[in-house]
């Protein structure tokens, strides 16, 4: 920070004194230099609040070494983390909560919801890398909720600038959890454009099921990949679950039709079958009118082209 040579920069430089305490957690310390300044103001509101919030922390974290180790224990920690906390202070505390799940048995299955986990600390905190890699190992664990976890990681990706393996963990998020997806915290543009722009379409779903659609207006926008991969490790085996899923109605329609796009598409371009893709084609617009729509301008192209048999 530039200082200016012709003013008091004492309260500038003993407040960045008290900040670097606060890091370290040395909240006596810093308390004693607020004790300090307002022996010279008083009145000082701002240092005033400041060590009211402090000492306030001070009393907490002392309850909290006493209290019996836990997830429990740290859980109660973060609940007090407010935007009012001295971002030193919040930043030192997030740390404490990290180190602190590290020692506890399989870290990486410590959820509490809605967001108190290893993975969101660190997103938190602007650790990035390692808030993806927590993720990834919760997910690998076989932790609940995973639409929330696969978003999590989406935008760890998305703060690391890996746009692509980004948009992989949404599209996986919105597939496999919609409603489980974190939005009021998802760190996404493209996945809130997307979004805006379906809930500006006119179609004949309800708002509930926008987030279900996510994956294939994410596809005809060009946003998300269409993986055919297991497709072509094995069409038969594929083929049959998608059928059941149809037939169960054991998902939500979005789900087999996203399914039923992705055969289509694997039987346009990658393994040819007219007569196979003229009934997929004619159960997806059977399905939802709207989006067949879309999925035939799509494929057709900006120009148009020759008509589709359906």
Not at 154 to 166: E, H, K, S, V
Not at 222 to 244: C, H, I, K, S
């Amino acid at each position: 920070m530039q200082l200016d040579l012709f003013c008091d920069n004492r309260r500038t430089i003993r407040l960045n004194d008290a900040g670097e305490l606060l890091r370290a957690l040395r909240l006596e310390e810093a308390l004693a230099v607020f004790g300090e300044l307002l022996a010279e103001a008083p009145e000082d509101t701002e240092l005033l609040a400041l060590q009211g919030l402090v000492a306030a922390w001070r009393e907490r974290l002392s309850r909290f070494h006493a209290a019996p180790a836990g997830s429990e224990r740290l859980h109660d920690l973060w609940r007090e983390l407010t935007p009012q906390t001295p971002s030193p202070l919040a930043a030192a505390l997030r740390a404490l909560l990290v180190d602190e799940l590290r020692q506890l048995p399989s870290p990486e299955l410590i959820y509490i919801p809605p967001r108190f986990h290893i993975g969101t600390l660190l997103l938190a905190a602007g650790r990035f890398a390692e808030a993806e890699h927590w993720c990834a190992r919760a997910l690998g664990a076989g932790i609940g909720e995973r639409g929330r976890f696969l978003g999590w990681r989406g935008d760890a990706l998305t703060r690391l600038n890996d746009p692509d393996r980004a948009k992989e963990a949404y599209l996986a998020a919105f597939l496999e959890g919609p409603h489980e997806v974190d939005l009021e915290s998802l760190q996404s543009p493209l996945i809130h454009d997307l979004l805006g722009s379906l809930e500006s379409e006119e179609h004949d779903f309800g708002e509930t099921d926008l987030l279900a659609w996510l994956p294939v207006w994410g596809w005809l926008r060009g946003a998300f990949g269409l993986p055919l991969q297991t497709l072509m490790a094995d069409r038969a085996v594929y083929v049959d679950a998608l059928e059941a899923a149809h037939t169960s109605r054991s998902l939500p329609m979005p789900r087999p039709w996203f399914e039923d796009m992705r055969y289509a598409e694997y039987l346009r371009t990658t393994f040819r079958d007219d007569r196979e893709l003229v009934r997929v084609r004619r159960r997806m617009r059977q399905l939802n009118g709207f989006m067949f729509e879309q999925y035939l301008e799509k494929i057709r192209g900006p120009e148009g082209g020759p008509a589709v048999r359906t």
